[in-house]
């Protein structure tokens, strides 16, 4: 509860909230999104479990998500898995020049308005 209001202040612009919402696979049923990181690994960190640190808030165009994907790409392809993909709205311009920055290419797939992007490893 430290943080409660510092998140409130954050979440409340809709800048911050527009593109964020429970995760769909492509048939529609939530695909549940826990977290690890690598200093903590047996602990599971919920996107609204999350707390946030003194003075930490959202950075945008500074490179945290492509090198956070990258990351993540990485270590898709070392646990095996073959594909990558990600469904973006066409007005989240700043997630498609992210999806493209990484290699991934635009499909004639859409679902629930987001076009899908897929990058094999």
């Known amino acids: 509860m430290k943080h409660s209001r510092g ?8 800048e911050v909230q527009k593109y964020s919402g429970i995760a769909e696979d492509a048939d529609g ?3 549940n999104m826990p977290a690890k990181t690598s200093d903590d690994s047996d ?3 919920e996107f609204w479990l999350k707390a946030a640190q003194d003075g930490w808030g959202f950075r945008w165009g500074i ?3 492509t090198e956070s994907a990258r990351a993540a790409i990485s270590w898709r392809h070392s646990s095996g898995a073959a594909e990558i993909e990600a469904f973006i709205k066409p007005e989240n311009s700043d997630s ?3 999806a493209l920055r990484l290699g991934m ?6 679902s629930e308005g987001a076009q899908r992007y897929r990058m094999s490893l």
Do not use: S, Y
């Open 29 to 31: 049923i939530e695909i």
């Open 7 to 14: 998140m409130f202040e954050m979440w409340r612009h809709a």
């Open 105 to 110: 290419n635009a499909t004639d797939v859409f």
């Open 63 to 65: 490179g945290i998500m």
């Open 43 to 45: 602990r599971l960190i």
């Open 96 to 98: 498609i020049a992210l």
